[in-house]
């Protein structure tokens, strides 16, 4: 079954209609997929926690709120979902965002733009991991490091015993290589970071 809209969808798996709970499922499971590969390389955790997400929405389907964009809500809940993995994991960086409070964000945005900042977001993504690319394996572990995992200059020096200076360097001529493979992709008209 299709629902004609994602607003009148919405309302009737709130009335505890299954097909549109399966309808909301099918519609919206790709992007949910693209979405959380984007926290876990584990395809399979992917798609374990959109199963999660649907499954609690059902259970509390009769308390849900009544929202203008159903996608921004099931999206933010998966995220909410996935924030909490990573934080029981200790990977923290990760945003939490009431689905209240960005539906009614959304809501000041067509679908049609809410989809191109997502592809644009998507493009970004696979640009800077080109990037990235280019950086030896001890580049990219500092960074990640510095950037990612927020640990001190100090800290990085620790943990892969060489010091404070080499960490500096490093990170320095590392976004000098990107820098300068984002101005070469610039100056050859390919698309830069």
Known sequence: MRCSDDIQCWQE???????????LYE????????????????????????????????????????????????????????FYRKKRKGALNLV???????SGHISEQSYEE??????????LKSRLQQALNFLTE????????????EMAFETIAKKLDVSVRTIYNSIHESLKQLRGDAKDNKNTGKNSI
């Open 138 to 149: 001890r580049q990219r572990t500092i960074l990640k490091m510095r950037y990612f995992d």
């Open 27 to 82: 519609k919206y499971y790709g992007d949910l997929l693209r979405y959380g590969l984007g926290f876990t390389p584990d395809p399979e955790i992917a798609r374990e926690y959109i199963n999660r997400v649907f499954l609690d929405l059902w259970n509390k389907r009769m308390v849900l709120p009544d929202v203008d964009y159903p996608k921004a809500y099931i999206i933010a809940c998966y995220k909410n979902k996935l």
């Open 114 to 123: 809410v989809i191109i900042e997502l592809q644009e977001f998507e493009q």
């Open 13 to 23: 798996f709130r009335k505890g209609k299954e097909k549109s709970l399966f309808s």
């Open 96 to 102: 939490y965002v009431d689905p209240e409070h960005i």
